[in-house]
Antibody, heavy 114, light 112 residues
Framework: EVQLQESGPGLVKPSQSLSLTCSVT????????WGWIRKFPGNKMEWMGY???????SYNPSLKSRISITRDTSKNQFFLQLNSVTTEDTATYYC????????WGQGVMVTVSS | DVVLTQTPSILSATIGQSVSISCRSS???????????LYWFLQRPGQSPQRLIY???NLGSGVPNRFSGSGSGTDFTLKISGVEAEDLGVYYC?????????FGSGTKLEIK
């Protein structure tokens, strides 16, 4: 059974960087695609980007140059870094497997506030 | 970006009633490889999203067969044949044919 678990701070100050970790068990991240998706207060969902089995990345252009997704294959983890956050980045962040994700983490709520 | 327009935004149903949710795309979701990368998800209160349908009409693992998906090109439908109490939550369509991947705005299903 594939399991994904997000971890990271629940509160980030404006202009700082948001950093989250997704720990994966039951499946190697050197296979498939691994992404980050966020849900804003209300119902809006946004795909942020993914890292592939080979390490290549694809990002949502709306996030411009603020986003970076990396991985550590030795720990079977992948990471999200979002720079220069504002209050509009307040959301629940999910990591997920696959472009049309079958498997999701439980989500981590991140608030951007001073 | 591809815009997915979901209707209705709120759906109120009684137990046993059959309901449908529409998802219309601003572009065809038929990929050059012959697949249509259209998915449906349900997010129950307090839970992560669950994939119900993949590639338009394929039932996800462990998903009850009262759920079904249909459509092609730009018009897609999720049908629930006999709503049950556990079906309440927010339903989303999502496309992965065109980058960036995009979601519909969601349909909240309420049980009367």
């Amino acid at each position: 059974e594939v399991q994904l678990q997000e971890s990271g701070p629940g509160l980030v100050k404006p202009s700082q960087s948001l950093s989250l970790t997704c720990s994966v068990t039951g499946y190697s991240i050197t296979s498939n695609y691994w992404g980050w998706i966020r849900k804003f207060p209300g119902n809006k969902m946004e795909w942020m980007g993914y890292i592939s089995y080979s390490g290549s990345t694809s990002y949502n252009p709306s996030l411009k140059s603020r986003i970076s997704i990396t991985r550590d294959t030795s720990k079977n983890q992948f990471f999200l870094q979002l720079n220069s956050v504002t209050t509009e980045d307040t959301a629940t962040y999910y990591c997920a497997r696959g472009p049309g994700p079958r498997d999701w983490g439980q989500g981590v709520m991140v608030t951007v506030s001073s | 970006d591809v815009v997915l327009t979901q209707t209705p935004s709120i759906l109120s149903a009684t137990i046993g009633q059959s309901v449908s949710i529409s998802c219309r795309s601003s572009q065809s979701l038929l990929d050059s490889d012959g697949n249509t990368y259209l998915y449906w998800f349900l997010q129950r209160p307090g839970q992560s999203p669950q994939r119900l349908i993949y590639l338009v009409s394929n039932l996800g693992s462990g998903v009850p067969n009262r759920f079904s998906g249909s459509g092609s090109g730009t018009d897609f439908t999720l049908k629930i044949s006999g709503v049950e109490a556990e079906d309440l939550g927010v339903y989303y369509c999502m496309q992965a044919t065109h980058a960036p991947l995009t979601f519909g705005s969601g349909t909240k299903l309420e049980i009367k």
